[in-house]
């Protein structure tokens, strides 16, 4: 490196550092090189995306900074879960091979033993002569080595492969466990979403924010009548709608089963209300079909509870939470297909 390239690394440096602090950016090597680039202005897209999430939400949270990180630096090959998953399958399918080698072994096995009675047979009813006798002996013995080196053979080639899957399951789990987003919907995790939350209780940048807990109504009914399929699409379908409404830097979590997050940026209690009644209404006009089955579920509903963050006390996540929980528990009370508070 030049002496003017390492001059212009540490002006970079100096500007990076600075901002990191002011968003309370943890100082992690990914988050440095997301923050380099962006005082370098070397990737125009990723500089536009922090302005715009920093416009949005008065802050850049770890969690959004992951995001950016992983959308315009990680290496896709080595972040990208499916590609373990595809790998996890490639193992399955060489142990079904290998699994299908050795079940042909074993009849070659009974192939052998019929062709070595059958020898036998003739050495003990036609008389055969010593050296005939040798012989048979001799083939007996060829074949059985044969077969144990073949047996031998795929055993350690199952053996292999099940400790490969067992150390690629355990890297897919740990990789599960960090990613940010749910399998089945696409949303945000509850991991993420938790994360989030704490960021922004702690950073008065990010304040005022809202709070909607959102819930499908009548979950265990709808996949008792219909199955789990048919519940997995609707599931998929409501997460869709929310993922429709998350502009301005509304953000949505699967936070469990069928239970459903947003945090809403500046917003206050009442226009977070007029948010979530819009949600509402448009999941009450979806209708779900499952085109294998001939199924069709046009009653879709949804209780939701708002709270807006009280930066005056100063409340954690948790309490947050707790309140806007409260509020989806009195929706369902009162019959569902609701947003509460309605003052």
Known sequence: MSDD????????????????????????????????TYVANTDPK?????????????????LQSDILYQKHMADKHSQNIGSLKQSLESMMTEMSH???DTLQD??????VLDKTFEQLSRVENEGLSIDETIAVVRNVVKDSQALTQSTRYFKHQLSDAQQEIAQLKQNLAEMTEQATHDGL???????????????????AQTWPFALVLVDLDHFKQLNDTYGHVLGDIALK?????????????????????EEFALLLPKRRLNSAKR?????????????????????????ITVSMGVAEYDEHARESGADLIYRA???????????????MPIN
């Open 275 to 299: 948010t979530a009644e819009t949600l509402r209404a448009a999941i009450d006009r979806m209708v779900i079909k499952d085109r294998r089955r001939g199924q069709t579920l046009d009653h």
């Open 98 to 100: 290998s699994m299908s």
């Open 237 to 257: 379908q409501v997460a869709k709608r929310l993922l429709d409404y998350c502009r301005e830097g509304v953000q949505a979590f699967r936070y469990g089963g």
């Open 185 to 203: 919907t696409g949303l945000l995790n509850r991991a993420a979403f938790e994360r989030e939350i704490n960021a922004y209780t702690e950073n």
């Open 46 to 62: 990723l500089t536009a995306d922090v302005d715009t999430t920093v416009h949005e939400h008065g802050t850049c949270s770890p």
């Open 325 to 339: 929980d409260q509020q989806l528990y009195k929706a369902k009370n009162l019959g569902r297909n609701r947003v």
């Open 106 to 111: 074993t009849d070659a096995f009974h192939s």
């Open 5 to 36: 390239q390492f001059q212009q690394s540490t002006v970079f440096l100096k500007k990076a550092v600075p901002l990191m602090m002011k968003y309370k950016v943890p100082t992690t090597p990914t988050n440095y090189a997301l923050w380099y």
